[in-house]
């Protein structure tokens, strides 16, 4: 049976090794694995900005983050952006949401075209592209100068817990991410000392479970009419805290070492070492804290893993695993430690590197069923993928990634990318301000890699660079190695290349441009001529003479 559904599930920060699929000697994920053991596990697939917002917009536009704009969370995604929803809808699928964006939307550009973002329209505008069956998310902090989003107060999940008797201001924070002390007092889950303890909430409040109810909502709602479901969990992303019995699953037995050593801290790239200051990097460099803290966000994935398999039974049950695509990825990874950094933002494997596994029912794709592709592969291919599936047409005039459903039907194209392409903005950060005192428009950084060497870019330093080959854990630096040179350039010309790409043109496809081709003389602009000797056409001497 061919897909007649998209399911596209993103979990957040989640990391390429932390599956047993992917080899994690400690952590079981045996229904995230059988996606892979009935689909293809891409094992080399990286997002085109390590970071929750930019990275999303990159996904759901198909566009690398230079040409979409969003280069930060809460940098609105501009009016005028098509998402998967813009691409699918049309193709008569119901594009929908459960969980997270992180986009934001340009009210500015809206009001200047007079978009009511309560209408239909707007609405979509408003959302990404997709119906908000259950939009969350899922960043509901609060401090002195208010909430970090805006409407995180009135959210469906915040809501759910208030029906279910979690009566605060903020129930997301006092509850589900939070703990208890013994006298009942609240241990705030910001802070990672408290990564040990059970969430405040049992496992069916808390956050993964709930989105995936809604997830199974959604679908009987939709009934027999195809749709594409965004399935987009917040957890692991901090806070890093679980409820039981997940808290206790794991302990600092099962946290694997850190990748790092004295070397990278001697003498590193000034980006390199100002994110080494960043707190995040300070905090998992603290003796303890990684001890503390994986486990949790080990926990974390369990329980994400415990309900996907709910959520796999549920469609196999209703028959929908047999018309379905399954993608399973994250928006990004995270350092846990690893080089000396906490959160993401550099361009690591730990961090730019993602899980990405796709299972087509078709049986198209039977030969390559639990198999590893190792082509480089990056987060825009997604949306081309979804569009070719769905049997649109081509539209790379807009859409910069590739289809991956050649690798997926056993058809592997003649010719594929060479290099993937990964961007970064840093200038809101104190340490983007401090190198870039005078102009932050100089705090961007872009990651070329070919597959054995990684070239990390900055406009107005030296780059970092690393063989993958020889030092797969990207330990030492050869960005400043002389030996080094003729390879910089190699990968900085491939770089210039892609910058030269056109990536504006979004009205006219190549095939609408080629059939323009000489029509404008057929409608009486005719340039050029001397005599009616210059004019092949007949018709058109009738006219001119």
């Known amino acids: 049976m061919t897909a007649r559904n998209i399911l596209f599930i993103m979990a957040d920060q989640l990391r390429f090794d932390y599956l047993s699929c992917a080899g994690h000697p400690h952590l079981h994920t045996p229904n995230i694995d059988r996606i892979a053991q009935e689909g293809v596990r891409f094992s080399r697939a990286y997002v085109q900005s390590p970071v929750c917002g930019a990275s999303r917009m990159c996904f759901y536009t198909g566009r690398y983050m230079q040409s979409h704009g969003a280069v930060w969370n809460g940098v609105p995604l501009k009016v005028g952006e098509m998402t998967i929803g813009d ?6 699928l119901r594009t929908a949401l459960v969980g997270k964006t992180h986009m934001r939307a340009d009210h500015e550009g809206m009001a200047r075209l007079g978009i009511d973002p309560d209408s239909p329209i707007g609405t979509l505008v408003t959302q990404c592209g997709f119906e908000p069956w259950a939009r969350d998310d899922g960043l509901h902090g609060q401090g002195p100068e ?9 959210t469906p999940y915040q809501n759910y817990l208030r029906a279910h008797g979690y009566n605060s201001e903020n129930p997301w924070h006092d509850f589900a991410n939070s703990a208890r002390d013994d006298d009942g007092e609240r241990l705030s889950g910001w802070l990672m000392q408290h990564s040990d303890q059970p969430a405040a909430v049992p496992d069916e409040h808390s956050e993964t479970p709930w989105t995936t109810r809604e997830a199974m909502a959604f679908m009987e709602d939709a009934g027999d009419d195809p749709w594409c479901l965004h399935l987009s969990y917040i957890k692991p992303h901090w806070p890093y805290i679980v409820p039981e019995p997940y808290h ?7 946290v694997i070492p850190a990748v790092r050593n004295e070397a990278e801290r001697a ?6 070492g100002a994110f080494m200051n960043h707190r995040g990097a300070k905090a998992f460099s603290r003796q303890g804290v990684r001890e503390n803290v994986i486990p949790a966000y080990m926990g974390l994935i369990k329980q994400l893993d415990d309900q996907i398999g709910e959520l796999l039974d549920f469609m196999e049950a209703q028959g929908r695993l047999d018309d379905t695509l399954i993608v399973f990825t994250s928006d990004h990874g995270d350092f846990l430690g690893d080089h000396w950094l906490g959160e993401k933002d550099l361009f690591h494997e730990p961090s730019a590197k993602v899980p990405l596994l796709i299972r087509d029912p078709s049986a198209a794709a039977d030969a390559t069923r639990g198999t590893v592709c190792d082509a480089l592969v990056e987060s825009i291919d997604l949306a081309a993928t979804f569009v070719d599936i769905a049997g649109g047409s081509d539209q790379s005039h807009r859409i910069e990634g590739t289809s991956l459903v050649p690798w997926l039907h056993n058809t592997p194209p003649d010719q594929w990318r060479r290099h993937v392409i990964s961007e970064y903005f840093y200038g809101i950060f104190p340490s983007g301000i401090a190198l870039h005192a005078e102009d932050i428009e100089d705090a961007r950084l872009f990651m070329i890699f070919d597959g054995r060497y990684k070239l990390m870019h900055h406009p107005k330093m030296r780059p970092m660079l690393f063989d993958l080959e020889t030092d797969p854990d990207e330990l030492d ?4 190695d002389p030996n080094y040179a003729d390879t910089c350039d190699r990968l900085m010309a491939a770089l210039h290349k892609w910058g030269l790409r056109e990536s504006q043109r979004q009205t006219k496809s190549t095939d609408q441009l080629l059939a323009m081709r000489g029509k404008s003389a057929r409608r009486g602009i005719n340039v050029g001529l001397w005599d009616l000797d210059d004019v092949p056409d007949a018709d058109m001497r009738d006219m001119l003479s």
């Not at 208010?146 to 009135?154: C, R, V």
């Not at 003498?267 to 390199?272: A, K, M």
Request: hydrophobic letters at 30%.
């Open 248 to 254: 206790a699953m794991y302990g600092p037995e099962h």
């Open 267 to 272: 003498d590193p790239h000034p980006v390199y």
């Open 87 to 92: 691409y699918l809808r049309p193709l008569g």
């Open 146 to 154: 208010g909430w970090y989003d805006p409407a995180a107060e009135d």
């Open 477 to 480: 630096d050869l960005g400043a």
